[in-house]
Structures are given as C-alpha cells and as structure tokens.
C-alpha cells in the first residue's frame, strides 16, 4: 500500500498557466490541505484492505451503496448528450476511438469489482473526486483556454492523483482507466469540455 502514502505530496507539480494564457483572466488552481488529503489516502488504504479481506472471503453485496448510485443516474444539463457527442461538439473527434476504449476498461473494472462494498466506497471516492475537480477546477475555464490547457489541467488534477491512489491491492487504475473514469462521467454528463 505504499504508492498511496505520498500521494499529496507535491501535488500539482509543474503546472504552470499565467494570465496571458488564459485572456487576461486570473486563474487560481485551488489549495490543498495536505493533511486532509493525507487523511483521505489514509482512509483509501483501509478500503482497499477491506476489499482484499471481500474478495478473499467472496463477501459480495448485491446493493449499490448511494453515494454510487448517484453517477449511475444520468445527468442532462443541455442537447449535447453523451460522449461521442460531447466529444464532437468540442473538436475533439479525434479523441473518440481512444476515449471509448479507455470508458470501456473503466467499466470493466467497474463491473468486475461492484460487487463488493468496500470497492464500491472507493468508486465513489474517485468518481466523485473527479467530478468536483472537473467542475471547479477545468469546467469554469474551458472558453478562455485551448485543448492542451485543459487536458494538463484534467492530468494533473485528475488522472495523476487518481493513479497515485489506486496503485497498489486488488483495484488497480492505471492512465488509461483513470482517463476512462472520466469520459465515463462524461457519458453520464458529469463531464463536459463546454460552456
């Protein structure tokens, strides 16, 4: 359970926008509390032993805890329904082939681990640690900034944290299912790249 200890530390490394970038507009990435993130990881390392102890005594719950059943409820905020679409509607084409693979190993390893409470709870940690990220941190400027801003944004305050966390035990989330995580909320439109 190592990779989860640091975690928090250094956070945000080399990630650096100025006004200019963003048409004069100031851009603030927010502040972190490391000891309430360290508390966090903390609490993650307790959940992904409780899973090894589930899977290991086959322990499987049959109900969705609520805090996940809140992202298995789509979400419609406008016309631009889905990933493909959202996709589209933003220039990003080109990223639809990768990103349905990536939405589609997270919901392998969604559907493989559901089944079990402690695996659950962590899912709802991640998804609901990506949405708040998105939501206050990329969303608010994805008028005033380009693509590759934004997506240095969603790597650094999503996918990498994401990795560090699920590193080490039975649920394991590499780049790819990390950025799978998000297209999935992006499929549910949780996740938009649009105003």
């Known amino acids: ?39 966090l990881a903390d609490k993650l390392e307790t959940l992904m032993k409780k899973l090894a102890e589930e899977i290991a005594q086959n322990l499987e719950c049959h109900e969705l805890i609520s805090n996940l059943q809140y992202y298995h409820k789509k979400l419609i905020v406008d016309d631009v329904i889905g990933l493909e679409a959202k996709l589209r509607h933003t220039g990003r084409s080109a990223q639809i082939d990768e990103a349905l693979m990536q939405k589609e190993e997270f919901v392998k390893l969604l559907e493989k681990y559901s089944l079990f409470q402690s695996a659950q709870k962590i899912f709802a940690h991640c ?14 400027h994805v008028d005033v900034m380009n693509t590759q801003q934004i997506d240095q944004i969603v790597t650094t305050r999503i996918v990498e944290p994401l990795v560090r966390e699920c590193t080490d035990g039975e649920f394991f989330i590499d780049h790819n299912i990390a950025m799978g995580l998000i297209y999935w909320l992006a499929e549910q439109c949780y996740v938009r790249w649009h105003k």
């Open 1 to 39: 359970m190592g990779g989860l200890m640091p975690f928090f530390k250094g956070f945000f490394p080399g990630l650096r926008i100025n006004r200019d970038q963003i048409l004069g507009s100031q851009y603030n990435i927010g502040v972190i509390n490391h000891g309430e993130h360290q508390l």
């Open 127 to 140: 998804l609901s640690m990506a949405h708040h990220e998105f939501r206050h941190f990329v969303h608010p």
